[in-house]
């Protein structure tokens, strides 16, 4: 069989594919990091249709939907409402992105899928041009934490902000 990051892609979220988001979105899993299904699905539903500038994306496995991944763009929640809230934002340049993503198919947790999906997605944005990728992981989520780091991220010391509530990590290259 091949290695698992010659079997992964990424495909752009469509309106049709928002039924199974909403089934992963109700996963127990998801719903302890992400949050109320509906609202999420609204999220990602302004995405596709254009109004919010998040990009979102189904992980496939040998071409099977197994995941959600998405990258936003810091610069543009670099306002004074959002630093206000969340100060770590000032740390990073304009034209960073930031990047959020679970396993939606809970009998493939713990697999190395996402850790090796997000690997390959921060390859792909930082080919791309985007040198300055983030995610931002509640530190309670050591499952998530531990995919992070696996797939190249670290923790960013001395961010505003930082502390028990805010885990920065940065892609290393």
Do not use: C
């Not at 079997?7 to 979105?25: A, H, M, N, S, Y």
């Not at 990009?55 to 995941?67: S, T």
């Amino acid at each position: 069989m091949r290695p698992i990051d010659e079997r992964i892609e990424f495909k752009p979220v469509t309106r049709g594919d928002l039924p199974l988001l909403l089934e992963w979105f109700k996963e127990p899993h998801m719903q302890e990091w992400w949050g109320e299904p509906d609202e999420e699905l609204a999220m990602v539903r302004d995405m596709v249709e254009g109004r919010d500038s998040t990009r979102p994306f189904l992980i496939q496995l040998d071409g099977q939907p197994v995941g959600y991944i998405q990258y936003w763009f810091l610069g543009e929640i670099q306002t004074p409402e959002w630093l206000e809230d969340h100060p770590w934002l000032q740390a990073f340049p304009a034209d960073a992105v930031g990047v959020d993503l679970s396993i939606g198919e809970p009998g493939l947790l713990a697999r190395g899928i996402g850790s090796s999906a997000l690997r390959l997605f921060a390859r792909r944005l930082y080919d791309s041009g985007y040198t300055t990728i983030v995610i931002d992981p509640d530190p309670e989520n050591a499952r998530a934490v531990r995919a992070y780091e696996k797939a190249g991220f670290r923790p960013v010391p001395g961010v505003p902000g930082s502390g028990e509530d805010v885990l920065i990590m940065q892609f290393q290259f």
